[in-house]
C-alpha cells in the first residue's frame, strides 16, 4: 500500500485538513466558473439609468459557490467597465462589483477572481452589453460527438428558381450543449427534366438564432430524366448557436438553387429519399 501526496477533506487522520486553499484547488474541479445555466434568471444583467441589477441566479467562481436567492442585487456605474461577481479569499466572500475602466475581469488562481456579467460603455448615458460566462459542465475533448439526429422525408418538389429556395423547411432536433458545433450530412436523389445545369443544395439555421447559408453539395444534370445520387455535408455549423448558448429546439431548413437554363429544370418525387444526419459535437 502507498498514500497518495495529498488527499482531504477527511473528518480524522491526515486528510482532515480542508484548508481554503485545499478546497480551492478541489472544488474548482467541480465546475468551470460562470453564471449557473438554467439555475432563476440566471443572473441576467439590465440598467436603469446608472443602475445595473443583476438577477437572480448562482455562480461558480473559481471552487467557491455563490446564490442570488432573494432579490437582485444593484451597484451603480460611473463610466465605461465591467459589473463582475468577484470571489475574494482574503475577505472570504462573493460581491457584485462595478470595475471602472476595466474590460477583461481579474482571475487569478490563488488571489481574487472574477467573472464578467457586463459591459458597461458611455460617460453620461450608459449602455449594457451582457457578457454573461456560463458555467458549463466540463468541455469535452475536440470534436467528441454529444448528440446525432437522423431526418427522413420523401418529398415532391420542384424548382426554377436560380435564387435559394427552402424546399424542405421546419425540420428541429434538439441541442444537447450550448457550446457544440454541428455538422450536417445530406444523402438523397433528385432527377432532370431536361440536359444540362446544375442544381445547389444548402442548409440554414433558421431558429433560435438564423445562420448564413452553407453549401453541403452541388450536382451536374448531363441528360434528361437522368437520376442523380446525392451527397454532400458542411461541418463546424452554427457559431450563432454557441455565441446565444442556445440548447433545445433547433430549427433548419435545407434549400435548393438552380442553375439549369431550361424549365422545368429539379424535381423531387415520391420515388426519391431525402436523408439529413445531424452530428452535436464538441468544436
Known sequence: MTLVDTYFPFDTGPGNS???DRWRSMARLFNPPGVVPGYANQCIPSIAGSQVSIGLGAMW???????ISTVAK??????????VACMDPND??????????QNTPTQNLTGIYEIPLAQIAGTTTFTLTDIRQFALALKL???TVVAETLLRAAIGANTTSTAWTAWW???TFTKVRPDTLLDFVFMGSAWAAVAGGAALYAVQITAPNSSSIGQISRFYFNSAAEHHTIAGGIAGWGQELVNAKAT???TFSVLVQNLATV??????DGNDWQFMRVIERMP
Do not use: C, M
Not at 466572500?93 to 475602466?101: E, H, L, N, T
Open 263 to 268: 424549365a422545368p429544370h429539379w424535381y423531387v
Open 248 to 250: 433545445g429546439t433547433v
Open 18 to 20: 480542508a484548508t481554503r
Open 169 to 171: 423547411s421546419n425540420l
Open 92 to 101: 472570504r466572500s462573493i460581491k457584485i462589483f462595478f470595475r471602472p475602466g
Open 141 to 143: 475533448p475536440s470534436h
Open 61 to 67: 467562481i473559481d471552487g467557491f459557490y455563490g446564490e
Open 74 to 83: 444593484t451597484v451603480t456605474v460611473t463610466g465605461p467597465g465591467q459589473v
